[in-house]
């Protein structure tokens, strides 16, 4: 699948984690990106290490820049200024996708906004991502997963339990890394559409849809029956074969048995407790349902007679779906992950390696080749020469600071 965006370039304009995610998808897929970093500052997560909050100080992976900017060439290009705008210009005339997450009044005042890039490329796939939404009161203001995820879009209050006080945070770009796969498959869609019509379509996602598409059968349950959906205690459901059980090291396993009837007998008897098939209280969902209280305290001791590893041994058989609720450290050594290629290994340019995970989209059941994130302005020498400038010109750009 490396190849499937082979000869397609793509130029950058962006930071943080929602855009350039798309981007590290692209060049997944084959795309040239190019990502576009002001020449003294670059894209500003490159920044959190020196901040402190990335552990190890300088020489660190940074692991929140080298997820969603793997594969990329870094150019240092003050785009503020007629010089370097000029060369992104150029970059530009030869690009097939510009992808940009500077709000609408930046980009007027860069002059890379739709009508700019378009003068200059009128087939280019011009692509946003933006908090909000290109509409609205709100169009003109910043939005992170955090606020216009988590927050604005309602998934912080879908997820938080109803018994607990505050509202449940969210995980580092959660919603910005999902982002990413709908803004590259916009993207796709979009050079389909020139391909198809020869008309280049502007590519929109924002944070706020995204979530309020992830939370659709939530918000279409509430618009029909003019209130939100009932929450529970954040365990179980209604469905007690729906849920997660405390075993007994303190972990959980989770069940998804959505048809509960269907495997009610053959759980009950991988569980050992074969009693409960006929048990009245239990007989099928509606007594389950009527009994909730009763049948997930039966449940609760269950599962806390057996530790984690028994319990994953004892559902080898189970027809039903279960999963254990693992943690993000044991994904490294999950035989799945390993066997579907979900994390890639890749080498730094100073020598570091690590494991990047892969974009979960595959063809031919062949996971895609990973390449580490650029340093800073790695590529400005490179692509330049590209484009045709000699040294002298080159020279004179670094001199008045247009370039890094």
């Not at 990335?54 to 503020?80: F, H, M, T, W």
């Not at 998804?256 to 008897?269: E, H, K, S, T, V």
């Not at 892969?358 to 692509?383: F, K, M, R, S, Y």
């Given at each position: ?32 990106v190019i990502k576009v970093e002001h020449p003294e500052t670059g894209d500003p997560q490159r920044g959190l290490i020196s ?302 390696e690590y494991d990047l995970v892969a974009n979960p989209v595959q063809l031919d059941e062949t996971p895609d080749p990973l ?34």
């Amino acid at each position: 699948m490396a190849s499937a965006l082979s000869g397609v370039r793509v130029i950058e304009v962006a930071a943080w984690t929602f855009v350039p995610a798309a981007g590290a998808v692209l060049a997944d897929w084959g795309a040239d990106v190019i990502k576009v970093e002001h020449p003294e500052t670059g894209d500003p997560q490159r920044g959190l290490i020196s901040m402190g909050l990335i552990p190890g100080g300088p020489g660190a992976v940074n692991y929140i820049i080298e997820q969603p900017n793997r594969g990329k060439r870094s150019i240092g290009l003050d785009i503020s200024t007629e010089e370097g705008r000029g060369v992104l210009y150029k970059l530009v005339e030869s690009a097939d996708v510009f992808l940009t997450s500077f709000l609408p009044s930046v980009r007027q005042k860069l002059k890379i906004d739709v009508e700019h890039i378009r003068a200059v490329n009128p087939r280019i796939v011009y692509a946003r991502g933006s908090g909000q939404g290109p509409k609205g009161p709100d169009f003109d203001k910043g939005g992170y997963d955090g606020a216009s995820y988590w927050g604005r879009g309602g998934v912080s209050y879908a997820l938080t339990p109803g018994s607990s006080s505050s509202p449940i945070g969210g995980r580092p770009a959660f919603g910005d890394l999902a982002g990413g796969m709908a803004i590259a498959g916009g993207v796709v869609a979009g050079l389909l559409q020139l391909a198809r019509t020869g008309e280049a379509p502007i590519v929109d996602v924002s944070l706020l849809g995204l979530a309020m598409w992830v939370l659709s059968p939530d918000i279409v349950a509430s618009g029909i029956y003019g209130a939100p959906m009932p929450k529970f205690d954040g365990r179980v459901s209604p469905n007690p074969l729906v849920g997660s059980y405390k075993t007994g090291d303190d972990r959980f396993i989770t069940l998804m048995m959505l048809q509960g009837d269907r495997f009610w007998p053959d759980f009950c008897r991988h569980i050992d407790r074969p009693d409960l098939i006929e048990d009245p209280r239990f007989a099928d969902a509606a007594a389950r349902f009527e009994n909730l209280k009763d049948c997930v305290a039966i449940l609760d001791e269950v599962f806390a007679a057996r530790t984690l590893e028994e319990w994953k041994a004892t559902f080898q058989t189970l027809s039903g779906v279960w999963a254990p609720v693992q943690m993000p450290s044991e994904l490294v050594d999950d035989p799945q992950v390993g066997a579907n290629g979900y994390l890639g290994h890749v080498t730094r340019s100073d020598g570091k390696e690590y494991d990047l995970v892969a974009n979960p989209v595959q063809l031919d059941e062949t996971p895609d080749p990973l390449v580490a994130a650029p340093d800073h302005g790695e590529h400005t020498d490179e692509i330049l020469l590209e484009m045709g400038l000699d040294w002298d010109a080159i020279i004179k750009l670094k001199e008045t600071g247009a370039v890094l």
